[in-house]
T-cell receptor, first 111, second 110 residues
Framework: SQQGEEDPQALSIQEGENATMNCSYKTSINNLQWYRQNSGRGLVHLILIRSNEREKHSGRLRVTLDTSKKSSSLLITASRAADTASYFCATTTGANSKLTFGKGITLSVRP | NAGVTQTPKFRVLKTGQSMTLLCAQDMNHEYMYWYRQDPGMGLRLIHYSVGEGTTAKGEVPDGYNVSRLKKQNFLLGLESAAPSQTSVYFC?????????FGPGTRLLVL
């Protein structure tokens, strides 16, 4: 069963705009990660935030985590056409390293 | 470094046939995973391994077997393929946190 659920399911924006994607989860987590998948390719790790962290940055990416609401958001600033992809949140829980993925968000960035 | 590689890239099987998907990683990772990805379902974990010689079931293990005889390789076997196993299969390796994915194997079972 999916632990994370992303919102919205699909997002279409203009190049240069910011893209915000949300993820909600059900149980306590160790960390939450965001991955990107380009069409026909494998997933690529973007950023990881631990349960005791509230915000992290990596280049044009900003991720926040609200453990009281069991939610996370991924912000991509100044989007580019190359950001067009599917984005997945994934969580780890307990003592193991298994990731539980959401169903993903399809982001389209129009040139 | 090649990272994570998967063989084959694409395969068509008839119902009842068997096949083995090979995953290889050159990053000396302890953990390896097999997922399937179906439209609208995200990725679901089939089996995983926390070290050479160990395997464990994931969320959807039925109809699949795995082996990890060498640290760098993780094999996924389908003994008797069914149309419900039509999917894209991804292998991943990693430490305790981040996972690195292969390019995927597209499998069609007729």
């Amino acid at each position: 069963s999916q632990q994370g659920e992303e919102d919205p399911q699909a997002l279409s924006i203009q190049e240069g705009e910011n893209a915000t994607m949300n993820c909600s989860y059900k149980t306590s987590i160790n960390n939450l990660q965001w991955y990107r998948q380009n069409s026909g390719r494998g997933l690529v790790h973007l950023i990881l935030i631990r349960s005791n962290e509230r915000e992290k940055h990596s280049g044009r990416l900003r991720v926040t985590l609200d453990t009281s609401k069991k939610s996370s958001s991924l912000l991509i600033t100044a989007s580019r056409a190359a950001d067009t992809a599917s984005y997945f949140c994934a969580t780890t829980t307990g003592a193991n390293s298994k990731l539980t993925f959401g169903k993903g968000i399809t982001l389209s960035v129009r040139p | 470094n090649a990272g994570v590689t998967q063989t084959p890239k694409f395969r068509v099987l008839k119902t009842g046939q068997s096949m083995t998907l090979l995953c290889a990683q050159d990053m000396n990772h302890e953990y390896m995973y097999w997922y399937r990805q179906d439209p609208g379902m995200g990725l679901r974990l089939i089996h995983y391994s926390v070290g050479e010689g160990t395997t464990a079931k994931g969320e959807v293990p039925d109809g699949y077997n795995v082996s990890r005889l060498k640290k760098q390789n993780f094999l996924l076997g389908l003994e008797s393929a069914a149309p419900s196993q039509t999917s894209v299969y991804f292998c991943a390796s990693g430490g305790k946190e981040t996972q690195y994915f292969g390019p995927g194997t597209r499998l069609l079972v007729l």
